[in-house]
């Protein structure tokens, strides 16, 4: 499925989405002012691993479009910017009532959150469990959403300092930075010198 075809399966899951639909969000803690920004789908999907696919007959679930400035690195040059208008990498369903339950349309994304650019001593980056906890914050901060180590370590890895939920939370990020991957030997190329 191609960014076009995301985008139509988000806009007709919008169309299909009322008002009262929004509630289990707010009973959740997720402000208004996030639902607008953020503007969550209603819909009903079937899981299938790490993706899932619509179905009108599947489980109750909210979808967000996952939205990037850059494909490469969760930093923006605007971060409330990008939430509202980057590009729609992907598309991510959840529910409040399962809130460490979630699944990518494609498995493309592996975060969620713009954030601040990474450099001259940048404010510390929040990381949050789960999406519903992001939402929670105003989409502030990120989330790691790929379960893959080597993706976790390079988003984490580049940035500034890390605000983690808890002391256990803590513990889960700084294994996944210590881990040691193995890298290639670097070799000197040996000058031969003319005769």
């Known amino acids: 499925m191609n ?9 007709r899951a919008l169309l299909a ?5 929004l509630h289990p969000l707010i009973a959740a803690g997720v402000t208004w002012e996030t639902i607008a920004k953020i503007v969550p789908a209603n819909t009903q999907i079937t899981l299938g691993g790490a993706t899932y696919e619509p179905d009108p007959d599947g489980g109750a679930a909210y979808l967000i479009p996952v939205r990037v400035d850059n494909p490469l690195t969760p930093e923006a040059a605007d971060p409330p910017e990008a939430v509202r208008s980057g590009a729609i990498i992907d598309l991510l369903a ?7 339950r979630w699944a990518l349309r494609r498995d493309a994304a ?19 469990r789960t999406p519903l ?24 890895s580049g940035l500034g300092s890390i605000v983690a939920e808890d002391h256990h939370h803590a513990a889960e990020l700084r294994s996944v930075l210590n881990h040691s991957w193995s890298t290639p030997p670097v070799i000197v190329r040996e000058v031969r010198r003319a005769a």
């Open 110 to 128: 592996e975060w969620l959150g713009p954030i601040e650019p990474q450099y001259l001593d940048p404010e510390p980056v929040e990381v949050w």
């Open 17 to 21: 989405t009322r008002y009262d639909d």
């Open 133 to 156: 906890r992001w939402l929670q914050a105003g989409c502030h901060g990120l989330v790691l959403l790929s379960s893959e180590r080597e993706s976790q370590h390079r988003i984490l």
């Open 3 to 11: 960014a076009v075809g995301l985008v139509e399966e988000y806009h």
């Open 94 to 100: 959840f529910h409040p009532a399962h809130p460490y």
